[in-house]
């Protein structure tokens, strides 16, 4: 299986920072990578798929970037409604897997 | 636009048998992947499978295979997460999410029905 490692685990940010999420994975999955939100008690909701593309409705300040084995998802100006946790997620090889989650909290 | 809806919150017996619903609105549900995500309290998302709603076809993550089923009905657009014997470890919340068969992610995800496992 591949395996999705996210740096840092957590980070604490202001509001207005601008904030990276490190996601790499244990072999080349070309663009097949997917970033998620999670807030408690809510379903996740898909941010970027395809490494870089910004699904819809999704705000401009989120954005993704990286292929191969090493991605990026940057905040820009964090909002107080972006704390939340963030998930990597490959969809190249079956079966599809997740990294163990980002927590971004309040400073 | 497609929702998911889940059954709801669940208490049982460890060795009890359960099976956990997502239906979908919409169209798009015979070409859908369907996944089904585990979250244990305090953890993260994990992945348990994906199966293709247009051939059944399945895929389970190692660390549940042989431990649950996944399977769909077409004629009614459900999704379906079975055990045919809880452990106290199976409870959680779980998510069911899907994605089409064009694209490789999760755009739709259920609200979550919550398992409690316990003597």
């Known amino acids: 299986d591949i395996q999705m490692t996210q740096s840092p685990s957590s980070l604490s940010a202001s509001v207005g920072d601008r904030v990276t999420v490190t996601c790499r994975a244990s072999q080349s999955i070309a663009g097949y990578l997917n970033w998620y939100q999670h807030k408690t008690g809510k379903a996740p909701k898909l941010l970027i798929y395809a490494a870089s593309s910004l699904q819809s409705g999704v705000p401009s300040r989120f954005s993704g970037s990286g292929s191969g084995t090493d991605f990026i998802l940057t905040i820009n100006s964090l909002q107080p409604e972006d704390f939340a946790t963030y998930y990597c997620q490959q969809s190249h090889s079956s079966p599809w897997t997740i990294g163990q989650g980002t927590k971004v909290d309040i400073k | 636009e497609v929702q998911l809806v889940q059954s709801g919150a669940e208490v049982r017996r460890p060795g009890e048998a359960l099976k956990v619903s997502c239906k979908s609105s919409?169209?798009?549900?015979?070409?859908?992947?369907i996944a089904w995500v585990r979250q244990m309290p305090g953890k993260g998302l994990e992945l348990m499978g994906i199966?293709?709603?247009?051939?059944?076809?399945?895929r389970y993550s190692p660390s549940f295979q042989g431990h649950v089923t996944l399977s769909v009905d077409k004629s009614t657009s459900t999704a379906f997460l079975q055990w045919s014997s809880l452990k106290a470890s199976d409870s959680a919340m779980y998510y069911c999410?899907?994605?089409?068969?064009?694209?490789?992610?999760?755009?739709?995800w259920g609200q979550g029905t919550q398992v409690t496992v316990s003597s």
């Open positions: 919409g169209d798009t549900f015979s070409t859908s992947w």
């Open positions: 199966i293709y709603s247009g051939d059944s076809d399945t």
């Open positions: 999410a899907s994605g089409p068969s064009s694209g490789w992610y999760l755009d739709h």
